[in-house]
């Protein structure tokens, strides 16, 4: 299984970025799936989240309202589409896989497989 991200780069403050996250070796249809990052010196946090339909989305509270995940199934990617940006969104984001979820993400989904990340830098 292998989950490769792109989009990332440099922005100025208030401006949008668009990550994507491509899949293989698994059905990707079936797997819920999540964003997450880590800034420099900090824990990695949870960002967002999709169910395997694409029907329910989750979010953290610091993107809500800016951010907006999605999924093609029939194209086996995951976006992130980030707009609003705040020097504070600067991190690597990275694409996981839940392989089981038994409540709301993050505590409750079982997310075991990582992306490399991908670095988004917003500057002012």
């Known amino acids: 299984v292998q989950l490769v991200e792109s989009g990332g780069g440099l922005a100025h403050t208030g401006g949008s970025l668009k990550l994507s996250c491509v899949t293989s070796?698994?059905?990707?249809?079936?797997?819920?799936m999540g964003w997450f990052r880590q800034a420099p010196g900090k824990e990695r946090e949870f960002v967002a989240a999709?169910?395997?339909?694409?029907?329910?989305?989750y979010y953290s509270e610091f993107v809500k309202g800016r951010f907006t995940i999605a999924r093609d199934n029939a194209k086996n990617h995951l976006y992130l589409q980030m707009n609003d940006l705040k020097s504070d969104d600067t991190a690597v984001y990275y694409c996981?896989?839940?392989?089981?979820?038994?409540?709301?993400?993050?505590?409750?989904?079982?997310?075991?497989?990582w992306g490399q990340g991908t670095q988004v830098t917003v500057s002012s």
């Open positions: 070796g698994l059905h990707f249809g079936n797997y819920a």
């Open positions: 999709i169910t395997y339909t694409g029907s329910t989305t």
């Open positions: 996981t896989k839940s392989q089981g979820e038994t409540g709301p993400p993050p505590d409750a989904w079982d997310f075991d497989t």
